[in-house]
């Protein structure tokens, strides 16, 4: 980008032709196949993270408790108003939506307005990532542990990793990141570390469908086949 663009938090594709970005000073930008062009949200907060389940159904969240919802048209505010940074927000589809974020705070929209978990999770440290694979298998990364959502109730699982703050899945396959090259795995009863040679802290990571991508402090780049 030209000029003075802002710094980028967090970025989701809808299509090749249909994807955003969002960051610093309310920034969202959308990509439309061949250009990024600069959308108005509405907001000057810091915009950490986007999820979209549909063209006309994008989700930002950010400092502040800012919680935004596209609806093809413009961006409307659905956030609880609580002021709690929030840092994550994934979703099942439509109407399966969660947002996360400091002090255990977890957020869950069935289409429009979030409201507020009732009760939390069962921490209070800062949730930073969040992987919905279906609306009763939803799991959160809290700093040392991990968290599962079933429909009903939410299990912790603990992990001797330090800063989670990322997770991503694909089927039955899960693995989470964090802070000093912290890299776990699901095995399917518990979080196994994995060793991956550095110590530098991890921001996040992706699942796709040959190679997995983790992405870190001072341009660490890691990949490994699936």
């Known amino acids: 980008l030209t000029g003075n663009p802002p710094s980028f938090y967090g970025v989701y594709a809808v299509s090749a032709t249909d994807a955003w970005a969002v960051g610093t000073g309310g920034a969202v930008w959308r990509?439309?196949?061949s250009i990024w062009?600069?959308?108005?949200?509405?907001?000057?907060?810091?915009l950490r993270a986007v999820w979209a389940a549909a063209a006309n159904k994008v989700y930002v969240v950010g400092d502040g408790g800012v919680a935004l919802l596209w609806d093809g048209t413009a961006f409307n505010q659905v956030g609880v108003g609580n002021g709690i940074n929030l840092w994550a927000v994934a979703g099942s589809g439509p109407t399966d939506v969660w947002a996360a974020g400091e002090n255990g705070v977890v957020l869950r929209s069935t289409g429009g307005t979030f409201t507020q978990v009732a009760g939390g999770i069962g921490t209070t440290a800062t949730v930073g990532g969040i992987f919905a694979a279906a609306s009763n298998n939803v799991w959160f990364a809290a700093d040392t542990n991990m968290f599962r959502y079933?429909?009903?109730?939410?299990?912790k699982y603990a992990t001797a990793a330090t800063g989670l703050r990322a997770v991503s899945g694909a089927g039955a396959e899960l693995w989470a990141v964090g802070s000093a090259g912290a890299l776990v795995h699901w095995n399917g009863a518990s979080w196994d570390s994995i060793e991956t040679g550095t110590r530098r802290d991890f921001y996040s990571i992706f699942l796709g469908a040959q190679k997995q991508w983790i992405a870190g402090d001072l341009g660490t780049l890691l990949s490994k086949s699936r």
Do not use: H, K, L, P
């Not at 062009?37 to 810091?46: D, H, I, L, P, Y």
């Not at 079933?150 to 299990?155: E, L, N, V």
């Open 31 to 33: 990509w439309n196949g």
């Open 37 to 46: 062009a600069a959308q108005a949200s509405g907001t000057t907060a810091n």
């Open 150 to 155: 079933d429909g009903a109730a939410y299990t």
